[in-house]
């Protein structure tokens, strides 16, 4: 098994696309950050890395499932994977250490958007420096939303993870997967705007709850309900990796 999981980590950052990827995403959170230090230079540490946080959380997620999952896209099309199929290797094993590479990968994202967050920050605005339209207890308030965002996005992470490889090996095709993971998103963002105006805890801990999981300090969340619905979300993963591996076993290539 960790065999597998370091030939899929090495077949990742064997090109340098990769790296070229971490480059672009650490330029860009740095131009937001340079951005707000010129429109809005008397914000508050915590906000702007609150905004940092809820801006490119979701897109790091986004952007290191694909970049796992498109090799198991092209050993699929391009029937490579039939030699390892051939192996004494199981194929339950196969797909988890595809879906570890993605997680990590997403991992490797959202460690980046922190420290490249906290670091520019720091530089342009001032380490845990306090706004002028705000206290220092409020300073400390955004900044532990925006780290919560950045851990939420995590869990998050391994949902849409499983969720992509099932979708995937339905539809034998990797912008169909993609596109049914951006919808999903999209109903979690309407499923949580509903969730604001009346509290639904029956909808609030079902799949559709934990597509969009509410942040327990900026929004009105208990922190038991925002743990339960983590906790539920690695338990849905479960079950929708069981099924991929179904899939997975029951495919013809």
Do not use: H, W
Not at 59 to 67: K, N, P, T
Not at 85 to 101: D, G, N, Q, Y
Request: hydrophobic content about 55%; glycine content about 6%; aromatic content about 14%.
């Amino acid at each position: 098994m960790f065999k597998l999981i370091k030939i899929e980590l090495f077949k990742l950052f064997a090109e340098k696309k990769i790296f070229y990827v971490f480059g672009g995403f650490i330029g860009v959170i740095s131009l937001l950050i340079l951005y707000l230090r010129m429109v809005a230079s008397e914000s508050s540490f915590g906000n702007v890395f609150k905004t940092t946080s809820d801006t490119f959380s979701i897109f790091a997620m986004i952007v290191g499932v694909i970049l796992a999952l498109v090799p198991f896209y092209q050993e699929i099309q391009q029937k490579t994977i039939k030699s390892l199929l051939v192996t004494p290797v199981k194929r339950v094993e196969i797909l988890f250490s595809k879906l570890l590479a993605s997680i990590f990968v997403s991992f490797l994202f959202l460690v980046v958007l922190f420290l490249t967050s906290f670091l520019a920050i720091t530089l342009l605005f001032g380490f845990f420096t306090v706004g002028a339209y705000s206290s220092s207890a409020d300073n400390m308030l955004t900044f532990t939303a925006g780290l919560i965002q950045i851990i939420t996005t995590f869990f998050t992470t391994i949902f849409y993870s499983t969720a992509i490889i099932c979708l995937f090996l339905i539809s034998n095709s990797l912008s169909g997967a993609l596109v049914g993971v951006v919808l999903l998103r999209g109903l979690g963002e309407l499923i949580s705007r509903s969730l604001l105006d009346q509290n639904n805890l029956l909808l609030s801990f079902s799949p559709l709850g934990v597509l969009n999981i509410l942040n327990p300090i900026s929004r009105n969340i208990s922190i038991i309900s925002y743990t339960i619905q983590l906790l539920l979300t690695v338990i849905y993963s479960i079950v929708i990796f069981y099924i991929a591996i179904k899939l997975f076993e029951n495919k013809e290539f």
